[in-house]
C-alpha cells in the first residue's frame, strides 16, 4: 500500500523545550491514524506542523511523495477541522461549505452540486440556508466536516472535533465520521485524549508521551500488548503489583507467589506487573488454573452493563480491581464482604522492570 504522508526525524524546540523529539511515523494511503496521549504530549504540536500551521526545528514531511518540509499551509493538499468549529457566524451553511470553493474559483454550478452532495452526506440535506447560530453543536461540527471535504482533499486533519460535544452526540458522531471516512477513503488524522475514541474509530493508534512516540499499533495491539509502562498505565485501567523476579517467569508479590510468560528478568530484580481488571478468570473449575487470588470484596463500583469490585487478597500487600459484567454480579453472588476466588490470565499480564516504571501514574488503579 502507498503512503499517503511520511514524516523523518521531526523535530521541535520552543527554545530550552523540546516539544518532539525526532518524530518517525508512516501513514498508509486510507488509514484513519489517531494521535493519543495526555495533554502536553506533543500531539497537537505534531499535526500543526504536518498542516504548515506550525514550523518544526529539523525534519522532513513527505506527502504523496512531495516534500512539504516547508511549504505554506495552502500549497499542502488537507483540509482541516478544529474542537472550535470555527465556522464564519454571517455565513450560512451552503456558503460556510462552499468557501474552499469560492477560493478556488470553481464554476457556479459546479459549487452547488458539490454542496448539495456534501450536506447531504452528512445528514444535513435541508439546513444550507440556515446560519450555524441555527444549529446544535453536532450539527456545526457536521457542517465543518463537510467544508473540510469539499475540496477532495487527500489528508483530513481532525483536531479534536469531537471534545466540545456532549457524550450522547459524541459517541454518535464517532460513528458517522468513522463511517464517512471509510466511503471515501480519504486518509485521516485524527488528534485526540479520548482513549474510547481513539479505541473505536482508528486503524492505528500513535500514542505519545512528552514529546516521544511510545507505541504505534492496531487498538487491539495497544491495549492488550502495551509495549512500555506508560502504554500499559495510561489506556484504560490497570492494577500495579510491584513484584521481585525469582528466576524461571516465577515472581513474587507481597507473599504470594506467581507464574507469568514474561521472563527475561534476574532472581531478585524488582518489576512491576500490570493487570488489567478484566485480565482473570472468574467462572469455571478456577481451582485447576494457575496464579490463584483468594480474597474478600472490600468495594463495588457499579458502572451500569459492568462491575469493578475491589479485592483485598491476603499477602498481596493491596487490594485490587477486578471487573464483572453484570450477569456475573448475580450469577456468582459477587457483593460486599463475599469471599472470591480467582485466577490471572497469564497471556494478558504484562511485566516491565520496576526502573521503567510509566509517569503517568493517575491512570492505574492503586
Not at 444550507?128 to 477532495?152: E, N
Not at 507505541?215 to 500495579?240: C, H, M, S, W
Not at 460486599?336 to 521503567?356: N, Y
Request: aromatic letters at 6%; a neutral charge; charged letters at 25%.
Amino acid at each position: 500500500m502507498a503512503y499517503a504522508l511520511k514524516l523523518e526525524g521531526i523535530h521541535k524546540a520552543f527554545g530550552d523545550f523540546v516539544a518532539l523529539h525526532s518524530i518517525d511515523l508512516t501513514i498508509d494511503s486510507g488509514e484513519l491514524v489517531c494521535f493519543l496521549g495526555p495533554s502536553g504530549c506533543g500531539k497537537t504540536t505534531l499535526l500543526r506542523i504536518i498542516a504548515g500551521l506550525e514550523r518544526q526545528t529539523r525534519g522532513t514531511i513527505i506527502q504523496d511523495g512531495r516534500d512539504v518540509s516547508h511549504a505554506p499551509p495552502a500549497a499542502r493538499d488537507y483540509g482541516i477541522v478544529f474542537q472550535s468549529y470555527a465556522l464564519f457566524p454571517n455565513l450560512t451553511i451552503e456558503q460556510n461549505v462552499a468557501y474552499g470553493l469560492v477560493n478556488r474559483r470553481k464554476a457556479r454550478g459546479e459549487i452547488k452540486a458539490r454542496v448539495n452532495e456534501l450536506l447531504t452526506l452528512v445528514g444535513l440535506p435541508t439546513e444550507g440556508r440556515k446560519y450555524p447560530s441555527q444549529l446544535s453543536g453536532g450539527q456545526q461540527q457536521r457542517v465543518a466536516l463537510a467544508r473540510a471535504l469539499a475540496t477532495s482533499p487527500h489528508l483530513l486533519l481532525l483536531d479534536e472535533p469531537l471534545s466540545a460535544l456532549d457524550a450522547k452526540v459524541r459517541e454518535r458522531l464517532r460513528g458517522e465520521v468513522r463511517g464517512l471516512q471509510r466511503r471515501l477513503g480519504v486518509t485521516t488524522i485524527m488528534v485526540t485524549h479520548d482513549q474510547e475514541e481513539a479505541l473505536s474509530m482508528s486503524d492505528r493508534i500513535v500514542v505519545m508521551n512528552q514529546g516521544a512516540i511510545e507505541q504505534i499499533g492496531t487498538p487491539g495491539a495497544v491495549y492488550e500488548r502495551p509495549e512500555t509502562p506508560f502504554v500499559a498505565d495510561f489506556l484504560g485501567k490497570v492494577n500495579v503489583l510491584k513484584a521481585t523476579a525469582l528466576g524461571g517467569g516465577r515472581y513474587r508479590a507481597g507473599t504470594v507467589d506467581l507464574e507469568l510468560p514474561a521472563d527475561g528478568f534476574a532472581a531478585g530484580e524488582t518489576v512491576r506487573i500490570y493487570l488489567r481488571p478484566e485480565d482473570r478468570h472468574v467462572e469455571g473449575d478456577i481451582a485447576a488454573l494457575p496464579n490463584r487470588l483468594t480474597g474478600k470484596i472490600t468495594g463495588i463500583d457499579y458502572l451500569g452493563t459492568f462491575c469493578l469490585a475491589e479485592l483485598a487478597c491476603p499477602g498481596l500487600g493491596k487490594p485490587i480491581q477486578i471487573s464483572y459484567s453484570l450477569n456475573q454480579m448475580h450469577d456468582l453472588d459477587v457483593r460486599l464482604g463475599a469471599e472470591i476466588q480467582i485466577a490471572l490470565r497469564v497471556d494478558r499480564v504484562r511485566v516491565f522492570a520496576d526502573r521503567a516504571a510509566a509517569p503517568f501514574a493517575a491512570a492505574s488503579v492503586a
